[in-house]
């Protein structure tokens, strides 16, 4: 695959591929599937349990799992055999209430067959009880560690359990 085509791939996962990709963002409605109350942390600020997150404005949807131990995980919309869509990572709460995560994934040509590369994204939230909002950035990297595409971008989420 040419740094090219990589690099058009990569844009195409960070920003929805462009106008052609814009009319199908997916504006899913929050789910109101909510787990035993045993099941989440759910006292003041708390950011432990699984929420349904909407990446700039809709043009990406995810579930984001914080657990207790500061490990976290996140399942995005995207076609699992690129490899974009599972990323792993952990999550601190910072000093001003926020809280920061790093998330790590990989990436695989568009047969889902080669390693093409890694990924990562941080974010900082503010939760506000049974949502939470912020920033993040993602960057895309090929397998030298070489800056394919970087995007920042907002997310707003809300509690599943």
């Known amino acids: 695959m040419t740094r090219s085509l990589l690099l058009s791939a990569a844009c195409a996962l960070a920003l929805g591929a462009g106008s052609a990709q814009a009319e199908t963002v997916h504006k899913i409605p929050p789910l109101n ?3 035993p109350h045993w099941m989440t942390d759910r006292s003041s600020g708390s950011i432990v349990g699984t929420w349904q997150v909407v990446f700039d404005g809709g043009i990406h949807n995810a579930f984001a799992q ?3 131990g500061g490990t976290s995980s996140e399942i995005i919309d995207q076609v699992p055999k690129t490899g974009a869509n599972v990323q792993a990572g952990s999550w601190i709460k910072n000093d001003d209430g926020t809280v920061s995560e790093f998330l790590i994934g990989w990436t695989w ?10 990924f990562t994204k941080s974010e900082t939230a503010t939760v506000s009880g049974d949502s939470y909002s912020g920033t993040f950035e993602v960057t895309f990297y090929d397998l030298s560690g070489n800056v394919l ?6 997310m707003t989420a809300t509690r599943v359990n």
């Open 109 to 118: 040509d568009d047969k889902g067959n080669n390693l093409t590369g890694t």
């Open 149 to 154: 595409f970087q995007h920042d971008g907002t």
């Open 33 to 35: 599937l909510h787990a």
């Open 66 to 68: 914080w657990n207790k």
